[in-house]
């Protein structure tokens, strides 16, 4: 019993270091191509985009953006928080939960929490 509760205890203490780790593979698998490996919006594709894509380093700007609208834009795309059409919707790609993770991730990137109301 007690070699069971250490290690129940140790993975649920590593539970959210997997789900950042997790959200990093993710934000680099499908994110890095327009909002670039440091998440600063210059990825590889800007030259092409009529819009060019959202800071995740910006503080002030990422403080403004609710978690839920995060994880709105993410799941559904730019268009359904009034923006650009080239960011896609991943709610068919990620689950919900991997998009929740996302996007604590980008509050990581952004070193910012919610600063709205």
Known sequence: MGNKLIFLTLLALSLPALAKEAARD?????????????????????R?????????????????????TLFKVIKEGGLSIDKSVLMPPWGD??????????????????KCKF???
């Open 26 to 46: 993710n934000y680099r698998t499908y994110c890095v191509q327009c909002h670039g490996m440091a998440g600063n919006g210059k990825g590889v594709n800007i």
């Open 48 to 68: 092409d985009m009529s819009v060019q894509p959202r800071d995740h380093t910006d503080a002030k700007a990422m403080s403004a953006r609710s978690d839920d």
């Open 93 to 110: 790609t990620l689950s919900d939960d991997e998009i929740r993770d996302m996007a604590q991730y980008l509050r990581t990137l952004c």
């Open 115 to 117: 600063g709205g109301n």
